[in-house]
């Protein structure tokens, strides 16, 4: 059964992060460099050649019939979340690969190649900006990004030469319109449809867009035993009003509006200070782009008149934005077609979690297939697929590959992708 290479080594893969407690495989990391390793020689082991691109993408390709031929993508992410989950990312390029390794084994070779991309930083996590490995191999990495730092201080340049890579080589990544036949992701739903339909699988219809923004309140530090209440400017009060504000915005759409609040950092940070400092980011997100963008407005809105009534100060800059991404008609219904072939009632649901598909859209056209996860968690570490379901997936997966068509590519290049700011 392919499930059962697959769960070990989502297990084996789990084990590499920055501390053994909690899962973290951050962008350019060591452990992250540990990973990339690892799976070019699982794409090796597979009868792939296996190399690292410019951003630390981990790259195989199996070659088809004859050599040099376009190919259909598969692939996902291998960095995490902080105290992740370890299927986030790892299942769809271990299972991608169980796929290639099962084709090699039978020495079947197709009438286009294969490639599997493990891409390097889909999170975002060290330098706020996502889809960082997937936007280079679409040629739409946003140099500016470069200069963005980590909470350490180090900028992404910096960093990528610690990893030993080299900054002014990133447009190497780049692949051209033509090298692709399509992408296709699997990818856990982390979500709970699946699990409500009592399937395995479903077929993802769209990717939902997203705005990150980052927000600075600047009020007055002070001692917390002699400034009475009606003279404070404290920063962390009206942070907090602008969460419960946002929160309670969102609650009250009725279009599928979300909106986290995921990090936030008082200043200076002593039990005894009123907060002078505090900053925080914000995460909004709607299927569609029009109603997020609306949404965003109005929240920056509530934020600003919160801020100003409070006589605080505010810096509130997107970081991020990324439009919703259909999947391509042609594809799903392939996908469609592979998910009954192997027994499964087909069920199409949005995804509302992103994926490496959105930059992919802008060179190639798009398609995903989730596998249902226990309970719909993720981003925690009681994310958990049941093998059978694995297995199920990695059968759909395969069957798309071996019956794969190659269709027309249905959009132009640079498909107006909001660029990752
Ligand atoms: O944030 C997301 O939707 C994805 O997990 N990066
Ligand atoms: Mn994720
Ligand atoms: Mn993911």
Redesign the pocket.
């Known amino acids: 059964m392919l499930g059962d290479e697959i769960v070990s080594r989502i297990n084996q893969l789990g084990t590499i992060s920055e501390t053994p407690e909690h899962l973290a495989r951050i962008f350019l990391s060591p452990e992250h460099r540990i990973a990339a390793d690892l799976i070019m020689s699982w794409m090796k082991d597979a009868g792939m050649a296996a190399h690292l691109d410019a951003i630390g993408n981990v790259c195989g390709r199996y070659e088809g019939d004859r050599p040099g031929l376009p190919c259909l993508m598969l692939g996902s992410?291998y960095d995490t979340?902080r105290d992740a989950g370890k299927w986030?990312?790892p299942l769809g390029i271990i299972t991608a690969i169980a796929c290639v390794a099962d084709l090699n084994r039978r020495g079947v070779r197709l009438p286009f190649a294969i490639e599997i991309v493990g891409f390097a930083d889909?999170?975002?996590v060290r330098f706020s900006s996502?889809?960082l490995g997937s936007r280079a191999i679409a040629g739409t990495f946003d140099e500016s990004v470069l200069n963005t730092r980590d909470s350490a201080g180090l900028t992404m340049r910096d960093a990528m030469v610690a990893f030993g890579l080299d900054p002014a080589k990133i447009g190497a990544a780049a692949r051209a319109r033509g090298e692709l036949h399509a992408y296709v992701e699997l990818h856990i739903e982390?979500g709970p449809v699946l699990e409500q339909q009592n399937l395995p699988v479903g077929v993802v219809t769209a990717i939902?867009g997203?705005t990150r923004l980052a927000a600075n309140l600047s009020g007055m530090a002070g001692h917390a035993g002699t400034v009475p209440m009606a003279l404070r400017r404290d920063a962390l009060a009206g942070a907090a009003e602008c969460i419960v504000a946002v929160e309670a915005f969102c609650k009250a759409d009725d279009a599928g509006l979300v909106g986290t609040v995921g990090i936030i950092n008082a200043m200076p940070g002593a039990t005894n200070v009123i907060p002078g400092r505090v900053s925080f980011t914000l995460?909004i997100?709607a299927p569609a782009d029009a109603h997020r963008k609306l949404a965003v407005a109005e929240i920056v809105g509530w934020i600003e008149a919160i801020a100003k009534r409070r006589e605080l100060s505010l810096q509130i800059d997107v970081t991020h934005e990324n439009r919703t991404v259909p999947c391509a008609p042609s594809l799903k219904a392939q996908m469609a077609e592979a998910v009954a072939a192997e027994g499964y009632g087909v069920f199409e649901l949005p995804?509302?979690?992103?994926?490496d598909g959105m930059a992919m859209i802008d060179i190639a056209d798009v398609a995903m297939l989730f596998v249902r996860c226990r309970g719909g968690i993720?981003?925690n570490p009681a994310e958990h697929v049941e093998i059978a379901d694995a297995d199920a997936g990695a059968r759909v997966l395969l069957r798309l590959i071996e019956n794969f068509r190659p269709g027309s590519q249905t959009r132009e290049a640079g498909g107006g992708q909001d660029r990752a700011r």
């Open positions: 992410h979340v986030d990312g889909e999170e975002g996502t889809l982390q939902a997203a995460d997100r995804s509302g979690a992103g994926h993720s981003h």
